[in-house]
């Protein structure tokens, strides 16, 4: 009964293995075969576009500066207040680009998002199918172990009857 669970076990285990190497080679040929999941739309690139600008320092400093230029040009007068001191158009311009940006942002992290999840997923199989080589490892050891240990107690077993005969022959000789 242990020898067919054992053997149930194995069929599994390779049958997963079978599985896994499987799902690595479609994963390596949906990333790095035809190419089409490294294609992207036009949305996902102009989502990527307007992160990847938007997080940038130099994005932060020219709009810093251009928000420094604007309220010091509306607060002195230098030409004349197009936007006087609550900075009403300021705010609504600034309102406008986060209304605007937030929905880029957003679909540029899902996107990364689930290609994060897949490569987690990706490792979460090549942990298993580790684990389960591991185990064929340690199966084998022992399979080693068990091997030696027996062929330890024959080679005992063969010398204690040679001295239990070489005993038998000194008794019949001597006497």
Avoid at 85 to 113: C, K, T, V
Avoid at 115 to 129: L, S, T
Wanted: glycine share 4%; charged share 25%.
């Amino acid at each position: 009964m242990i020898d067919a669970l054992k053997d149930d076990l194995r069929e599994a285990e390779a049958a997963l293995l079978a599985d896994l190497r499987q799902r690595r080679r479609e994963i390596r040929e949906c990333w790095m075969g035809d190419g089409s999941a490294n294609q992207l739309t036009l949305g996902q690139k102009i989502a990527d576009q307007v992160a990847a600008t938007m997080g940038s320092w130099r994005f932060i400093i020219i709009q810093s500066t251009i928000l420094l230029v604007w309220i010091v040009l509306n607060v002195t007068a230098y030409f004349a207040h197009w936007d006087p001191y609550p900075f009403i158009l300021l705010n609504l311009a600034l309102s406008f680009q986060a209304a605007y940006a937030a929905p880029f942002i957003m679909m540029s992290q899902n996107r990364q998002q689930e290609i994060d999840r897949r490569e987690a997923e990706g490792d979460h199989q090549i942990n298993i199918k580790a684990e389960l080589e591991i185990e064929l490892l340690h199966q084998k050891i022992d399979a080693l172990r068990e091997k030696e240990i027996i062929q330890l107690t024959q080679a005992v077993q063969t010398l204690t009857q040679m001295l239990d005969a070489e005993r038998a022959a000194r008794v019949a000789a001597g006497g």
